[in-house]
């Protein structure tokens, strides 16, 4: 006998992305209005953010009359982990959380990363709510509702896509970032400017250090361009079933080191050495002229971040940590390419990747 089970779904995961200047009240104020359709919250930070804005919001949504929690992990990448997601499970369990509850993530992309996933187990599942407070996150981690933790082998293999209720991109958060993390912010950045905006890339050739001035003309252009080329390719293809891919460039170098590193360079940092090995690459594919790859280069240099390799990474285990890239199909690498800069190159219908020889990108990374 055979039951059909008829489960047939319309989603409608559509949300905003605020950008502004101190959004702390914008947001207390939409919750007020209903915005996760709860009343209790957990406010999820890390050790860092907790004294700059991740109290603050806490402390300004229970003066609005909810019930809320605060829950703070310890700063960087190393918290990103099934551990800490069990950690931040239980703690809010203890404190009596069920289902009626969201959550709201207050940091930079291990944050939201993490809350993201959080929230789309707990209970099954609850809303959550993403307020960015580093340009990382606002270029790239809080948007598109990626969520993940990092294992041992590689960073965000185990995850869900799970969208947020609604994003804040808090520009004025930038001011208290360190100049290392304003760089990793702009290698996503300059990234979406070599995958698909031209002017942006143009813009940042002409204005990257106004962006470390904290100007604020500059820091809103560039979290409008980076938001638009975002969710442009999110809204087609939400699952990465092939043109999210796209968003990929510089990442199958990039997240490999990042985790060969042991998490000495940052995201961003490892994205422009992934950016440079994947330029030099097409390079030699006659995709993007030598005059372009030197710009995308110069571009990530200004922007304080690296374009070699350090000594202290032994090549053959980067090598050999590229198999972990999600993009692997059939145990064959496959990189994204950018076309001249601006665009990226098809491979065919919704084929945005190309296979790769081994032993063609061991090459560049020897020469880097
Ligand atoms: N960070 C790449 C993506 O969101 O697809």
Redesign the pocket.
Known sequence: MVFCCELKKVVDDTYDIEIGHSLEEKLVDDLKHGLTGKKRFAVITDSIVEGLYGRDIYEKIVAAGFSAELFVIPEGEKSKTRQMKEFLEDSMLEKGFRRDCAVIAVGGGVVTDLAGFVAGTFGRGVPFVNYATTLLAAA??S??G?TAVDTPLATNLIGMFNQPAKVYLDIDTWKTLPKVQISSGLA?TIKHGCLGDKELFEYLEKNVDKVFEGDVEACEYIAQHNCEV?YK??MQDER?SGL?EV??LG?TVGRAIETVSDYKLFHGEAVSIGLVAQARLGEKYGFISTEDRKRVEDLLDKAGLPVRIPDYIDREVLVRKLYTDKKVRDGKLRFVFEKGIGEVVQFGENNFAKEIAEDEIRDIIKDM
């Open positions: 790239d981690a948007v598109g990626k996503e975002k390719v999110v990465e999210r968003l990929n990442h």
